[in-house]
């Protein structure tokens, strides 16, 4: 039986064709028009008056943290169920991350939990959709506004989802988003920030690029990063762009299948298919196994890779990372939502080059190893 991978990417559109006209043309860096053109495409898809391309997902967040001018001791609220990049963009921007717990059903933090960890120090709330559903971001966005708060959305996993029919990546004052190979459009690695704000605008575009400055160009008052995103990788971004519509709906049809075959099996939470704001896009198809089951999530991700079919565990939370209990961060906190889903979540393969085939596959093998 072939290996099904968790991941697969599509790049069946114009990707090739870009690509030739870098080859072609010689613009294979940073200076090409192709990153031009994708920055201004992919703002004007969300709304948005700035796109910044840079190198990935975490770039786009350090820059974004790093654009706010934070104050050592600042506090960001941010989930403890997300990516590690979230956390340390905070913590290099010398301020202090502020860890909520999240749903057990949507995963992703609600506006009770944002709100009630607010406090004198808080300068900005990173709010992160995580895995196909976006955050309640309006109850959120409006105490942040009224307390001077900044909102950073992180948009990574729902790239073309919208949220009460505004698009996902136009709802903070900064929002970021990554491009990696598993994500929704992709430039094999990659990410973009966008932005309303031109001052903003300004300090992400000076920071991704090492903050040289215009007339005398190798003299830096700030301290920069190369964060430059290739023409090449652009050209394969607009590629992917041009098919975002059919990539969401191809993703919502996988999902929808899982959903069928998965249904009547048994110690096995499924996905939300849709909530009050939105309908799930299913970055992944991720699911919980019930506490009472004899094996956990890496028992059955090692069950399943012996049948050939490749699973992911969910995200570690934050505040139980050692490297992060090591510089004397999150000592005794407890999310207990965040630390089940951690244990008895995965996900399963749904890629946008995952065949339905494969997820009848999956979901076959997946039954017969919870019955
Ligand atoms: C929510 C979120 N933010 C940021 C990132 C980081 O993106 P990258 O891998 O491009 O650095 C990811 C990666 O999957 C993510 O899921």
Redesign the pocket.
Known sequence: MKFIPVNQPLLNGNEKLYLNECLDSGWISSEGPFVDEFEKEFAKRHGRKHGIAVS????A?QCAIDSLDLKPGDEVIVPTF??I??VTAIIQAKAIPVLVDCDANTFNSTPEQILLAITSKTKAIML???YGLPVDADPIIETAKKKDIFVVE?A??VIGLKYKNRNCGGLGDIS?F???A??HITTG???MILTDDDKIAKNCRSSRNLCFQKDIRFVHERIGWNFRMTNLQAAIGLAQLEQLDDFVKFKRKLGKKYTELLNSCPNLQLPIPETEFAQNVYWVYGVVLSDDFKFNASQIITKLRNKNIGSRPFFHPMHLQPVFRKMGFFKSEVHPNSERLSKQGFYLPCGLGTKESDVSRVAKVLCQTLN
Not at 56 to 59: E, L, P, Q, R, S
């Open positions: 990935n997902g975490t770039a967040l997300t990516i990049s979230c992160v959709h995580i992180d990574a996993e970021t990554s491009f990696y598993n994500k690695e990659g990410g």
